[in-house]
């Protein structure tokens, strides 16, 4: 709970200006419809499941993302996000570096 | 009595089945390497989070240094609370009493608490965020609230309603008797925790008011599985 409000303030000192969270799938999945938005931080494990089906539902609504696992590399399944993936904890440095990839265009 | 051929094969046999249970106890213990390290991640993560709260609001180390101790010592006791019963879960109850221990409730400050309500079984996330949250409440009533002054007195009551969209679970922290309330001009981390991080944690809905008599933060969320299953 503690790391979601440090990841908050992380995001607001780099400069977003708007930031909603959801700690379920069904309410991920429901901000996604209502979006929009430029970019999203998915962790790997969502109060115990998966989060797959919303990296899922963010690729079909073109938002780039990235995971975000305490497991180390091997916390994501092949195949799945764009590749973007945050070790907790987090630091600046990584977040910066993973964020402005995320904004780039794909080319 | 058998040939050798026969007594190969009954040797194979029990082979077989050691090496089942010897797998079987191999996957528990890769997976409960996996639960521990994502624990331990976990904890890391909110520990860097109390101390990047600390240093941002505040620019005496004195109280910098008091707001990372008492954290993450509140912290800790959760974690000694969710050990004895396995990560399975606590008790509501004993949560109550084992985040307010620190703050007199088994002591000399006995007759100011008052607790009322069941011993409901949480989940470790539900436990963990009501730790913090009531350990916020706690310091806050000793900085400007109940427990400020000799006379003021906390209750936390909570019940088990039906509402129609389903079970909650509906607790009250109430002060009074401390100095006059006012609403604060500026929301702490104390406050943004509670009113922001614990609704989000729980899937609920939690409000912080200050009435004159005395802070009341009420907390509702949908009822534990525990309750549910009955």
Same mark, same amino acid.
């Given at each position: ?9 992380? #995001?607001?000192? #780099? ?5 909603? $969270?959801? *700690?379920?799938?069904?309410? *991920?999945? $429901? #901000? ?33 993302? $990235? ?31 993973? #964020?402005? $990839? ?6 | 009595?058998? =040939? ?54 505040? @620019? ?45 409730? !088994?002591?000399?400050? !006995?007759?100011? @608490?008052?607790?009322?309500? =069941? ?5 470790? =996330? ?19 609230? !109940? ?41 702490? @981390? ?14 609920? =809905? ?25």
């Amino acid at each position: 709970m503690l790391i979601l409000m440090a990841i908050e303030d992380m #995001l607001v000192d #780099l400069g977003c200006t708007s930031i909603a $969270a959801a *700690a379920t799938i069904e309410k *991920a999945l $429901a #901000l996604i419809e209502a979006g929009p938005f430029d970019m999203a931080i998915v962790d790997v494990n969502l109060g115990g499941e998966r989060s797959y089906p919303i990296a899922k539902s963010l690729k079909a609504h073109g938002i780039p993302f $990235a995971f975000s696992t305490g497991y180390g590399g091997h916390g994501v399944a092949q195949g799945h996000g764009n590749g973007s993936v945050l070790n907790k904890p987090f630091d600046y440095p990584q977040l910066t570096k993973v #964020l402005t $990839a995320l904004l780039e265009p794909a080319t | 009595m058998v =040939k050798d051929e026969a007594g190969k094969v009954v040797q194979h046999f029990v082979s077989l089945v050691d090496t089942t249970k010897h797998h079987q106890a191999q996957e528990q213990a890769a997976k409960l390497i996996d639960e521990l390290n994502h624990r331990v991640k976990n904890t890391l993560a909110t520990v860097q989070s109390i101390v990047a709260q600390a240093v941002r609001n505040s @620019f005496d180390p004195q109280v910098v240094r008091e707001s990372i101790e008492t954290r993450i010592a509140a912290l800790s006791r959760s974690h000694d609370l969710l050990g004895r019963e396995k990560w399975q879960g606590a008790g509501l109850r004993d949560l109550v009493v084992q985040v307010l221990e620190p703050f007199g409730v !088994a002591g000399g400050r !006995a007759e100011r @608490f008052t607790i009322e309500g =069941k011993n409901i079984r949480l989940s470790p =996330k539900a436990a963990l965020a009501l730790g913090i949250a009531f350990n916020e409440l706690a310091t806050n009533a000793v900085k400007y609230g !109940a427990f400020s002054n000799k006379a003021g007195t906390v209750s936390v009551e909570w019940t088990l309603e039906h509402k129609s969209d389903g079970r909650w679970l509906c607790l009250r922290w109430r002060e009074n008797g401390g100095p006059p309330v006012a609403p604060p001009s500026h929301k702490g @981390f104390g406050s943004r925790v509670i009113e922001r991080g614990l609704a989000h944690e729980l899937d609920g =809905k939690v409000s912080l008011d200050y009435p004159p008599d005395g802070v009341i933060c009420t907390i509702d969320m949908p009822a534990p599985q525990a309750v549910l299953d009955g």
